[in-house]
């Protein structure tokens, strides 16, 4: 990514999607874009709700407001980046979860944290009080910087 001006990203002899480093980071047009070009994490949510370029997407019980990709109602999945996410005390509204390791790398640590998601990664850069294995958190991100792909 780093010496491309354009990345063709091929999938079973096909080309899966083509664009600049940044398209194809920051909007993946599938599930296999998403975790081939960096890391990601995918989890199941549904659409409930489409308004313009908006969609009302259930996850976990809660309702977020995403940019749509053109998909209909019914279910995707959402894409969040490990940095997209960011981590607080349990008792702010958002995504529960709880701490599976934790890992302080210098200038960043590195969680895993097990929610009705799934597991997910989460790399966060405040190093003062960090969490630790075992603890309960909540999971939120910024719902303009999600993508949605097909389910």
Known sequence: MAVSDRIIVMNNAEIAQEGTPADLYESPSSAF???FIGDANLATCQIKDISGDIATVSLDNNRFQIPNSGLTKGDAQIV???????LAKADAPSIKGQ??????????VQYTVESP???LFVISNVLDNPFAKG???SIQFNE??????AA
């Open 117 to 119: 998601l799934g597991s």
């Open 80 to 86: 969040l980046r490990p940095y997209q996410l960011t």
């Open 99 to 108: 701490i599976s390791y934790a890992a302080y790398l210098g200038k960043e």
């Open 135 to 137: 603890d309960t958190v």
């Open 144 to 149: 303009n910087h999600a993508r949605l792909v």
């Open 33 to 35: 874009i998403a975790d």
